[in-house]
């Protein structure tokens, strides 16, 4: 009897500990699945195994009937099934893991799924687990896309992007900025590295240590910037605007800079004020001008006028003579007011 009554009670120890593990299994956020090594059969599969799946488990209680279903596309279903196999029969279970994988559920959803296979050789068995990520890979892929779209416009520009820590070392940088370091240094400047490159000189580099400090004290601002591009070996101008990063506490991490190209604006701007200064002195010597025919021209031609009016009214030789001298000399005044004027035209 005691020995019965031990056996009953081991039998109900038993049932209680795989009634534990059967509510564990069914309950778990992951599906898995027990197959035997030898035949691939199924002993165990829980709901969320199917859940993910999206087919009853009939239908994947067998290996090949697990493939024909989850992946209908013959092709695909080669791909994955060979790689699949390969790794099983490496007996190595680091490789049996696989990542970002399309099945096909019974509805003809698509879903993306990670599976990992555990072994258990010594008891003939085969644990299969699987997670459905697809929600994660469509953020993953929206996020990559996201920043292949961002990485597209920033280096799409000639204008210079670039950001740096509070240590101003590089976050992040257009490829016009990885440029225009190299022009200078010879070298790519990679991200984690010191924007403060002594091929600026102390005064250059004193002055944008200057500018970054102003930025990770909270201000906004924008300063103009001169440099030689070694390039294209002319100067070149920028207006940099410099915006602090701030975290969702609220603290400062970085500071994003943006380097527009204005040498084509600061050029036509001189060239404006060269014309400019060009008309000012044109109209300075246009009144001198003036003020030369408003009274230096008028002095010699009274002058020759009233001559002319006394040789009208004289008949007598020598006055005539003495008045044809002062005739000449207005004439040669009048003539020496008129290259004045020449000169002061000519080109």
Same mark, same amino acid.
């Given at each position: 009897?005691? =020995?019965?009554?031990?056996?009953? *009670?081991?039998?109900k120890?038993? !049932?209680?500990? %795989?009634?534990?593990?059967?509510?564990?299994?069914? &309950?778990?956020?992951i599906?898995?699945?027990v197959? *035997?090594?030898? @035949?691939? *059969?199924?002993t $165990?599969?829980?709901?969320?195994?199917?859940?993910?799946?999206?087919?009853?488990?009939?239908?994947?209680?067998?290996?090949?009937?697990?493939?024909n279903?989850?992946?209908?596309?013959?092709a695909? #279903?080669?791909?994955?099934? $060979?790689?699949?196999?390969?790794?099983?029969?490496?007996?190595?279970?680091?490789? /049996?893991?696989?990542?970002n994988?399309?099945?096909?559920?019974?509805t003809g959803?698509?879903?993306?799924?990670?599976?990992?296979n555990?072994?258990?050789?010594?008891?003939?068995? /085969?644990?299969s687990?699987? /997670?459905?990520?697809t929600?994660?890979?469509?953020?993953?892929?929206?996020?990559? #896309?996201?920043?292949a779209?961002?990485?597209?416009?920033i280096?799409?520009?000639?204008d210079m992007?670039?950001s740096?820590?509070t240590?101003?070392?590089?976050?992040?940088a &257009? %490829?016009?900025?990885?440029e /225009?370091?190299? @022009?200078l240094?010879?070298?790519f400047?990679? !991200?984690?590295?010191?924007?403060?490159?002594? !091929?600026?000189?102390?005064?250059r580099? =004193?002055?944008? #240590? #200057?500018n970054?400090?102003?930025?990770f004290?909270?201000?906004q601002?924008?300063v103009?910037?001169?440099?030689?591009n070694?390039?294209?070996? =002319?100067?070149?101008?920028s207006?940099i @605007?410099?915006?602090?990063?701030?975290?969702?506490?609220?603290?400062?991490?970085?500071v $994003?800079?943006?380097s527009?190209?204005?040498t084509?604006n600061t050029?036509?701007?001189?060239?404006?004020?060269?014309? !400019?200064?060009?008309?000012?002195?044109? %109209?300075?010597?246009?009144?001198?001008?003036?003020?030369?025919?408003?009274?230096e021209?008028r002095?010699?031609?009274?002058?020759?006028?009233g001559?002319?009016?006394?040789?009208?009214e004289?008949g007598?030789?020598? @006055?005539?003579?003495?008045?044809?001298?002062?005739?000449? *000399?207005?004439?040669?005044?009048?003539?020496?007011?008129?290259?004045?004027?020449?000169?002061?035209?000519?080109?």
């Amino acid at each position: 009897m005691a =020995a019965e009554t031990n056996q009953t *009670k081991l039998l109900k120890a038993l !049932e209680e500990r %795989n009634a534990f593990i059967e509510t564990i299994l069914q &309950n778990l956020p992951i599906g898995v699945a027990v197959n *035997k090594v030898d @035949s691939g *059969k199924a002993t $165990a599969v829980n709901r969320r195994f199917s859940e993910i799946y999206g087919w009853p488990d009939q239908d994947l209680s067998d290996v090949l009937g697990f493939f024909n279903n989850l992946y209908p596309d013959e092709a695909y #279903r080669n791909e994955i099934m $060979a790689q699949v196999m390969g790794d099983i029969q490496s007996r190595d279970p680091e490789r /049996m893991v696989w990542n970002n994988i399309v099945i096909t559920m019974r509805t003809g959803e698509k879903r993306i799924v990670n599976a990992k296979n555990i072994p258990l050789y010594d008891q003939n068995l /085969m644990i299969s687990t699987v /997670m459905d990520v697809t929600n994660e890979y469509k953020q993953a892929e929206e996020i990559r #896309r996201t920043k292949a779209n961002q990485g597209a416009l920033i280096n799409g520009i000639q204008d210079m992007i670039w950001s740096v820590d509070t240590n101003l070392h590089l976050i992040t940088a &257009n %490829n016009s900025f990885v440029e /225009m370091v190299k @022009s200078l240094t010879g070298e790519f400047i990679t !991200e984690g590295e010191s924007v403060l490159l002594k !091929e600026f000189g102390e005064e250059r580099l =004193a002055k944008w #240590r #200057r500018n970054y400090e102003r930025a990770f004290n909270g201000e906004q601002f924008n300063v103009n910037n001169e440099h030689y591009n070694p390039i294209t070996q =002319a100067i070149r101008y920028s207006l940099i @605007s410099l915006s602090p990063m701030i975290n969702e506490d609220g603290h400062i991490f970085g500071v $994003a800079c943006y380097s527009q190209d204005i040498t084509q604006n600061t050029l036509n701007i001189l060239e404006l004020k060269q014309r !400019e200064s060009l008309i000012t002195h044109q %109209n300075e010597q246009l009144t001198e001008i003036a003020q030369i025919n408003a009274h230096e021209i008028r002095r010699p031609v009274a002058s020759i006028l009233g001559l002319i009016h006394l040789l009208k009214e004289t008949g007598e030789i020598e @006055s005539t003579k003495e008045l044809l001298q002062y005739l000449e *000399k207005a004439a040669g005044q009048l003539d020496g007011v008129i290259k004045r004027i020449i000169d002061k035209t000519a080109p």
